[in-house]
């Protein structure tokens, strides 16, 4: 009996020990490393945070947000793409870096396959507003404004989502428009407030507040549906100008080496914490829109979007100051 029982007991042991074992040796056993690659406090970095809250509390293992913004977001890319391939050092950031800014930046410090989607997270619109003083009521006063007097639009610096949706404006309709770049958005909607510029087209949250008291006039936003935080403002495509459609993807990226099984284990934590309520309820603050594309979906969005934007860039002569 007692030899039964002690071998009984080893046996026990050593059905524990195993799952111990690869829990031990399993992604994650360390800190990750969530570089975002654009300022503190812009959307792009708040959904971060939230994801990573989540995952820490979820994979058992510190997320730790560290931003490392600059040139369009080039750093924090390029320093995501130098990192080892194994999943502890991954990119929280927007589609720019990757569908703009090679074509804008003649030296690119990453190349686009150095790294890979695991995740187009969410996705929103601009909002295309304007001083009042400007006396435009509508999107179609705009163009024509800018057709025959031309205008002036912030947006939150050159090779920002503004800056191309100014461009793209210009290309869509040959409006004479002048890119007026600020460092960041706040800066941009204060130029519109002041009337130091004509209108913008940026960030609906940085906007709402001063359409609603009447210091901006909102016209339309760039994205497919309408937005969330101002369901009554139309969208471009319903305005009639469906060619001024753009929107900005927030996207998870890891070196392009990273092993699948470390990819996957990412992929599902970070598409499982998009849908819980709190995140959710983030992302309508910010006026997100839930896309959880993940795989040969997300690289088709980018790649559209890569091949969209290349000859806006070369036609319009869009650059960066």
Known sequence: MKITAFRLALTLLAATAVPFAAAQDGYPNK????VNNFPAGGPSDLLARSVAAVLQETLKQPFVVENKAGVAGNIGA????????????????????????PHLYGNMPFKRGDLKPLVVMASSGLLVGVNPATGIKN????VEMAKTKGLNFSSAGSGSPGHLAVEVIKEATRAKITHVPYRGNTPAVTAVLSGEVDGGVLATPGMLPHVQTGKITALAVTSRQRSRLAPELPTVAEAGLKSLEQEVLYIVMVPAATPDAVAQTLQKGIVDALKRPDVQARMTHLDLFFEGLTGAQASQRLDALYNRYGPIVKATGMKVE
């Open 139 to 142: 999107l179609a006063g705009m």
């Open 31 to 34: 800190p990750v490393r969530f």
């Open 78 to 101: 390029a320093d995501v793409a130098r990192a080892p391939a194994d999943g502890y050092t991954v990119l929280f950031g927007i589609d720019t870096t990757f569908t703009v800014n």
